[in-house]
């Protein structure tokens, strides 16, 4: 399995802003009330990068050679699948929040504080998830050993 691309990052944070700031913006033209995002929102992001970033660890030290207990490979791959869609989904949910912070940013009229730190938390949590996923997915990497023919393998996921 290939590392996710930085590329891929990028791409989802910048559609996500823009559907922040669209989807804020409309709701505002039509007159219904701007999108707060929840104080805990950040958080909870924050609280789900640190629990994938600790399941990574025993594969982590098994991928190293600093244990010699046997790790499930099938929970290996699961910590993996979940490392690569918490990136993804910290890009997301990042991006989602700079949206409608820069819509809230971007009004003429005084920003109140009830609206701005939650988003502020929430682009936080977003870019914490997002960076706790990639350092997880290095993580069940597996360094690349000698072949048959005295090569390096090259550098692959678990």
Known sequence: MKHTRP???VG???VA?????VLDSVLVAMRQPSIVLPFALGLVLLGIGGVVVSMAVPVHRVATGSSKERV???????????AKASSL???LFGGFAGGVLLFVLSRGVGVAVGS???AI??????????VAGIVAER????PPADDEHGQGSGTQAV
């Not at 802003?17 to 700031?21: D, I, L, N």
């Not at 499930?72 to 979940?82: E, K, Q």
């Not at 938390?121 to 997002?130: F, I, P, R, Y």
């Open 7 to 9: 590329s891929t990052l």
């Open 139 to 142: 993580m069940c990497t597996v």
């Open 72 to 82: 499930d490979p099938y929970y290996a791959t699961r910590v993996l699948l979940l």
């Open 116 to 118: 701005l730190v939650p």
């Open 89 to 91: 989904a910290g890009a």
């Open 12 to 14: 989802l944070i910048i």
């Open 17 to 21: 802003v823009a559907a922040g700031f």
């Open 121 to 130: 938390v929430a682009v936080v949590g977003g870019a914490g998830l997002m």
